[in-house]
């Protein structure tokens, strides 16, 4: 079997990153300018490459970062699977010290491995997981589609990367995100591998 190579990235940036508002599932924000300008500039870097398909999640952020791929024609799936991670009550709310000091409680318990816990109303990574499987099962039982592009979220991004790298769901701060990041990854047939890791070189205007 030929290598399957997947370019994984996060959506470019929306006021609600600027502001420091949770968006999750359940906020579906447009990028911004720095966002559009974010999303341009990887289609300049990697328009080149012959992707057969792109993937995003159902929310406009995600589409909206790879116009430009969708523009040149290429088929385009787009799954709830890929969404964000539900921040339930949280969503569309700036956090405040109180909250905060939850929001970390929640993260230290994942970190401890008790990832069936969830932000009130919200989804664990647990149930992430679960509801992202039937998507990986499509991309790697798809093997005439020798390059795709899958455009998502960071928190969902990490839970991913855990399942086809086979760590751990404790283990996913691991795997740093910032908009419109870049992981590219090798798929043999039963192995996944990283060939770039947290990659922003397409960035560095955005970045000076």
């Known amino acids: 079997m030929s290598v ?7 959506h470019g940036q929306t006021d609600f990153n600027v ?11 447009d990028l911004n300018a720095a966002g559009r ?12 490459v012959p992707f057969a398909k792109v993937y995003t999640s159902a929310l406009r952020r995600t589409h909206q970062s790879v116009q430009g791929f969708l523009d040149l024609g ?18 569309g709310t700036r956090i405040t010290p109180e909250e ?8 230290q318990q994942w970190r401890l491995g008790n990832t069936s816990l969830a932000m009130l109303g919200g989804e664990s990574p647990d149930e992430v997981a679960a ?11 798809r093997t005439e589609e020798e390059t795709v592009l899958v455009c998502m979220h960071g928190r969902a991004m990490r839970v991913l990367l855990c399942q086809l790298l086979g760590y751990p769901l404790s283990q996913m701060d691991s795997f740093e995100h910032h908009n419109l990041c870049l992981y590219k990854l090798h798929y ?21």
């Open 131 to 141: 509801r992202q499987r039937p998507v990986i099962d499509l991309l790697v039982s």
């Open 74 to 91: 290429l088929p385009h799936e787009q799954h709830p699977g890929l969404n964000e991670i539900s921040w339930g009550v949280r969503e």
């Open 4 to 10: 399957k190579k997947i370019y994984l990235i996060r």
């Open 19 to 29: 502001q420091g508002i949770v968006q999750g599932s359940g906020v579906d924000s």
């Open 188 to 208: 043999t047939g039963s192995l996944f591998t990283v060939r770039s890791f947290l990659d922003l070189r397409h960035l560095q205007e955005t970045r000076s």
């Open 37 to 48: 300008r974010q999303a341009a500039q990887f289609f300049a870097a990697y328009q080149h």
């Open 100 to 107: 905060d000091e939850e929001y970390h409680y929640v993260l």
